[in-house]
């Protein structure tokens, strides 16, 4: 932590290697978790640089409280998705078009897994959109309550409440095959 | 303790201790008496958490935008530069640009500058373009000079497209997307049309005020990009009827994709960057 905090205090000195490292180490996790909540590769790739960029331009806003800068940029990518809805609300968000498996590793259990995250992403879709948001920040980005609670603006109690829920409703439609 | 509360902290305890490794039975052990709704809840969330950890994003798509974020980065950053440095720079490329005029001609560098992608002198105009923009002193000069390369990209766009070779047209849509890019980038590192204040070696300051004058900067450009936005995706419809069929999917595919890149780009302008809340 105390490495990042010191990439962080360089990128805002205008360091742009710290820049392109807190990038490099971030990137995949953003897009993971844009993906989840828009099921859609397309606009999950227009919307992972979208975040990149609105961080960079307002780099020098963040203040070290000792929050991972990940949680900061989730916030961003929260926003983003929340501003993607409003201007397409019409696209659903269960449209998966060929999300990447990475190349090494079992391929059939590779492919395997990606059904599953297609599944899941699709039976998501049916969910409300707070129990989409701590389902994504939870278990695709694996924040802790109390990070999920700041992305959120949300109270721990009513996360883990949100929690409960989110995961009831989703393994109910799976178990209904309703994905 | 409310007993939904209690269950809440249970669940939560057990998901933590999957988060670390465990097992689903070693937390059910633990909690015997809420074993049964505990299991299907935690392994969903095993589910979810196995699977997300195995999607990666397209390797074309992290090559690009990791070129995009780096080109925003040096933008970002040479804009900070003191004066001096980009009257240095900006001497060095416009001695560069004359050296390209003298081997290549005046007059050749004039017919360059109406070149079509399927022509010879296409690639020194591009050169020229390249000049045009490392000669812009600021994010927003930069970004107007993306805005009229994208006009140039779309007659070229609809200038192939009615030649019917769709390669062509994918090729020049591409470079098209990349300006309306660069466009949301530069304009991702102004506050409110100037560039974010510089944050000095440790200190954590906050953003820059919006000035009244970097806010007229601002909305001259989203102006610009406004009118760009419609008149050259109304110029791209109006030639789908004029071109053979066969290079139609990508004119469509085009269209889509300009006009999502203009309104990523006019997104970019109209939202300050983000504040840190906390």
Known sequence: ?????????????????????????????????????????????????????????????????????????????????????????????????????????????????????????????????????????????????????????????????????????????MAAGGT | MKQSDRFNEILNECLEELARGQSIEACLEKHPEQAESLRPLLETALVTRRASSTIRPRADFRE????????????????????????????AVAVALTLVVLICGVSTMAAASNSMPDQPLYPVKLASEQAKIALASSPIKKAEVYVRLADLRVDEIVYVAVKGDPRWVDAVAQRLKEHLDMVAALAATMTNGKMAA?????????????????????????VIVQQRAERNTEKLKETVSRVPLTVRPSLNRTIDQTSAGYLRALRSIERPPERDER
């Open chain 2, 198 to 222: 510089p944050a000095d070696s440790g200190a954590f300051r906050p953003s820059a005020a919006p000035t009244a004058r970097g806010s007229e900067t601002r909305d001259r450009l989203k």
């Open chain 1, 1 to 173: 932590m105390h490495d990042e905090e010191s990439l962080v205090r360089r990128a805002q000195a205008r360091d742009a290697d710290a820049f392109a490292q807190l990038y490099e180490a971030h990137f995949e996790k953003v897009y993971r978790y844009v993906a989840m909540r828009l099921g859609n590769e397309m606009e999950a790739e227009d919307v992972t640089q979208e975040v990149f960029l609105k961080a960079l331009g307002s780099i020098s806003s963040f203040r070290w409280k000792g929050v991972p800068f990940l949680a900061w940029l989730y916030r961003i990518a929260r926003n983003q998705v929340i501003d993607h809805y409003r201007e397409k609300p019409k696209t659903p968000p269960v449209s998966i078009t060929g999300l990447q498996v990475p190349e090494e590793g079992n391929p059939v259990e590779m492919a395997e897994e990606k059904n599953e995250f297609e599944r899941i992403v699709k039976a998501a879709g049916k969910l409300t959109d707070a129990q989409r948001e701590v389902i994504a920040l939870r278990f695709v980005s694996d924040l802790s309550i109390a990070e999920t609670a700041r992305v959120m603006g949300r109270s721990e109690g009513a996360v883990k409440a949100l929690q409960h829920s989110a995961l009831t409703a989703l393994r109910k439609i």
């Open chain 2, 64 to 91: 690009r935008a990791r070129l995009q974020f780096r080109a925003a980065i040096r933008s970002s950053l040479t804009a900070r530069e003191p004066r001096r440095f980009h009257l240095r720079f900006g001497m």
